[in-house]
C-alpha cells in the first residue's frame, strides 16, 4: 500500500485524483506479479505507452487498464485453462473473472484502497496472436509513484503507434488522441510504422486505401465534438499537460 500522505501530495501537485494515484500504484503491483506468472505476455496499449515511452518525454497520463497479448502456440482451450490457472496467483487482490469478449479474457482484481474505498485493476488478456514487428524487454514504471518497477515484454514504439492508430480509427477517444500526438513527437522509425499499421490493417481487414481519409474525417468530428473530448480524458491526464482540445486535435 502507497503512503495516504504521500497519496495527498501527488494529488495536489499533479491534479489527478486521489483513486487514480492509489491505482496506478496497484497496477505497479500487479505488473510485477504478471511478470513471474506469465512469461507469454507483452505489454500493449495505453499503460505500455505511457509507463515506457511518454515517460521519456514527461508526458505521461493516467492509465487504468493493464492489456496484455498472450503469445503461444497453444490451442485455445489450453490458453484459457494456463491462464485462469496462473491468475489466481497474484496476491493482495481479490480476482474475479474471466469474462470471456471476442476472443479477450477480463480479469478484475478488487482491493480496498489507503482511503477506505474498494476499487480495481483490469486485466484484459488478448489470446489470438497478431503479428508484430519487435518486442522488447525494457523496464514498465509508474510515472507518478515510483515504486515496483519492472522488466517487461513491450512491443516496439511502431507496433504501439500502429495499434493506437487503429484504435483512434474505430472509437476516437481523447486518450488515443493524447497518446498518439506526443508518440508522434518521439524518435520513431517511419519506415516501421507504415509496416506495422499495414499488419494491424490487414489483421482487422481494414481499407487500406481509404484508412486515412476515413480517419481524418472522424478527427473533424472529434473537433466538433472538442468539448465532450475534452471532459472525458482531462482526468487522465496531469493538470499540467491538459490540452486546448480543437487545438490539440487540428495539430
Request: glycine letters at 4%; one cysteine or more; charged letters at 30%.
Amino acid at each position: 500500500m502507497a503512503d495516504p500522505e504521500i497519496l495527498r501530495y501527488l494529488a495536489s501537485k499533479t491534479g489527478l485524483g486521489l483513486k487514480y494515484l492509489s491505482k496506478d500504484e496497484k497496477i505497479s503491483v500487479v505488473l510485477e506479479q504478471i511478470r513471474d506468472l506469465f512469461p507469454e505476455v507483452t505489454l500493449k496499449g495505453g499503460t505500455a505507452i505511457n509507463r515506457v515511452y511518454l515517460a521519456r518525454l514527461g508526458v505521461s497520463r493516467f492509465s487504468e487498464d493493464i492489456d496484455l497479448d498472450f503469445i503461444s502456440n497453444k490451442s485455445l482451450n489450453e490458453k484459457i485453462s494456463t491462464i485462469e490457472e496462473r491468475l489466481v496467483g497474484i496476491k493482495g487482490f481479490d480476482i474475479e473473472g474471466p469474462r470471456i469478449l471476442h476472443r479477450t479474457l477480463r480479469f478484475d482484481c478488487y482491493y480496498m484502497n489507503e482511503f477506505d474505498e474498494k476499487d480495481r485493476v483490469r486485466i484484459e488478456i488478448y489470446l489470438t496472436m497478431t503479428k508484430f514487428l519487435k518486442i522488447e524487454d525494457t523496464i514498465v514504471k509508474s510515472p507518478f509513484i515510483e515504486t515496483h518497477p519492472v522488466i517487461f515484454k513491450v512491443y516496439s514504439l511502431e507496433d504501439l503507434m500502429a495499434r493506437k492508430l487503429i484504435a483512434l480509427y474505430n472509437r476516437m477517444e481523447g486518450k488515443d488522441i493524447y497518446d498518439l500526438f506526443y508518440c508522434l513527437d518521439m524518435d520513431f522509425d517511419k519506415e516501421n510504422l507504415f509496416k506495422a499499421l499495414k499488419i494491424m490493417q490487414n489483421f482487422y481487414r481494414i481499407n487500406q486505401a481509404s484508412f486515412v481519409n476515413d480517419l481524418l474525417s472522424r478527427l473533424k468530428n472529434a473537433r466538433k465534438n472538442s468539448y465532450y473530448v475534452g471532459n472525458s480524458t482531462n482526468h487522465f491526464i496531469p493538470r499540467d499537460l491538459r490540452p486546448g482540445w480543437k487545438v490539440f486535435i487540428d495539430t
